[in-house]
């Protein structure tokens, strides 16, 4: 099985900078894309960012330009940095790793973390 352990949200004013991680833990295992969602009180979860494996992003739109998502693959993990934050970007944050066992790529999982708090306050 694969583990995510998430990091670094927290509460920040309104123009402040915070950045995420994501490490994936786990034996005999490759990873795929890998992305961050986030859930606001009273909203659907949305997919804010997504990297895949050559290292190409997409990005929700209201988050471009703002947000950086980058992966270090010798380290399985996924980062977010979230610059210029606004009260709007107030949510539970959680990041998504797509995986296989090592030699049975026939078999994609999906791991998700335990979510972190991101709170920006006007």
């Known amino acids: 099985q694969v583990q995510l352990v998430e990091s670094g949200g927290g509460l920040v004013q309104a123009g402040g900078s915070l950045r995420l991680s994501c490490a994936a833990s786990?034996?005999?295992?490759?990873?795929?894309?890998m992305g961050w969602y986030r859930q606001a009180p009273g909203k659907q979860r949305e997919l804010v960012a997504r990297?895949?494996?050559?290292?190409?992003?997409n990005y929700l739109d209201s988050v471009k330009g703002r947000f950086t998502i980058s992966r270090d693959n010798a380290k399985n993990t996924v980062y977010l940095q979230m610059n210029s934050l606004k009260p709007e970007d107030t949510a539970v944050y959680l990041c998504?790793?797509?995986?296989?066992?090592?030699?049975?790529?026939?078999?994609?999982?999906?791991?998700w973390g335990q979510g972190t708090q991101v709170t920006v306050s006007s």
């Open positions: 786990g034996s005999t295992f490759s990873v795929n894309a």
């Open positions: 990297i895949s494996k050559d290292s190409n992003t």
């Open positions: 998504k790793v797509d995986w296989y066992y090592s030699g049975n790529y026939d078999y994609t999982h999906a791991s």
